[in-house]
Nanobody
Framework: QVQLVESGGGLAQAGGSLRLSCAAS????????MGWFRQAPGKEREFVAA????????AYADSVKGRFTIFRDNAKSTVYLQMNSLKPEDTAVYYC???????????????????WGQGTQVTVSS
């Protein structure tokens, strides 16, 4: 497993932007795809975005497609989530995650991940 530390959450107005960062401890960071998930109160944790090992491929939930961008800097062992055009329904705790195996290309299911950050709160006001 790998230690993950998220930062960058906070309060934003609808239509605004936030950027989340996730720093990973693993020295072989570039060997793993990475993902972002979120969990709103009373709801299950849901997939937001994933990025391949090199950063050349990405996947997004339909609800964030065109508004959120996932990207990574392997030299810094960090993955980011740029969130634009925020909506109140984006309010949730956001989690960075690393998959259980480097063989996953673009994992989108929670059970494909075994390392999770502590989460960072994102609140969007209307």
């Amino acid at each position: 497993q790998v230690q993950l530390v998220e930062s960058g959450g906070g309060l934003a107005q609808a239509g605004g932007s936030l950027r989340l960062s996730c720093a990973a401890s693993k020295r072989t960071f570039s060997n793993y795809a990475m993902g972002w998930f979120r969990q709103a109160p009373g709801k299950e944790r849901e997939f937001v975005a994933a990025i391949s090992r090199s950063g050349g491929s990405t996947a997004y939930a339909d609800s964030v497609k065109g508004r959120f961008t996932i990207f990574r800097d392997n030299a810094k062992s960090t993955v980011y989530l740029q969130m634009n055009s925020l909506k109140p329904e984006d309010t949730a705790v956001y989690y960075c995650a690393a998959p259980a195996s480097g063989r996953y290309l673009l994992p989108t299911h929670t059970d494909e991940y075994d390392s999770w950050g502590q989460g960072t709160q994102v609140t969007v006001s209307s």
